[in-house]
């Protein structure tokens, strides 16, 4: 199970950290990604990482504000987001699962294992 926290209102401009935990098992070999669903919109890519090489990918949108890192200590998966618009605004999930090939790496349904969602909200 994924566990995803850290979500909350922030005004424009301002930053949140996003944490992806697992019980129970390691991000060993696993490549993790961010995803966000907005209010009637479909579910998108966000960022990812890749566990043992480090890898990371990002949507256009959030590239230079956003940054995904991994904590081999914790087992956790960061997102820091900065710079955060009113676009932002969705329910971010973490994902996880091994042997994503490149090419669908910002594919959802590449994934079968998903946290709950936590709630980012930035103000118009």
């Known amino acids: 199970q994924l566990q995803a926290s850290g979500g909350g209102s922030v005004q424009a401009g301002g930053s949140l950290r996003l944490s992806c935990s697992t019980s129970?098992?390691?991000?060993?070999?696993?490549?993790v990604g961010w995803f966000r669903q907005a209010p009637g919109q479909e579910r998108e890519f966000v960022a990812s990482?890749?566990?043992?090489?480090?890898?990371?990918s990002y949507e256009d949108s959030v590239k230079g504000r956003f940054t995904v890192s991994k904590d081999n200590a914790e087992n956790t998966v960061y997102l820091q987001m900065n710079s955060l618009k009113h676009e932002d605004t969705a329910v971010y999930y973490c994902?996880?699962?091994?042997?994503?090939?490149?090419?669908?790496?910002?594919?959802?349904?590449?994934?079968?294992?998903w946290g709950q969602g936590t709630l980012v909200t930035v103000p118009a």
């Open positions: 994902a996880a699962d091994q042997g994503i090939i490149s090419s669908s790496i910002r594919n959802s349904r590449a994934y079968d294992y």
């Open positions: 129970g098992r390691t991000f060993r070999f696993y490549t």
């Open positions: 990482i890749r566990w043992n090489s480090g890898h990371t």
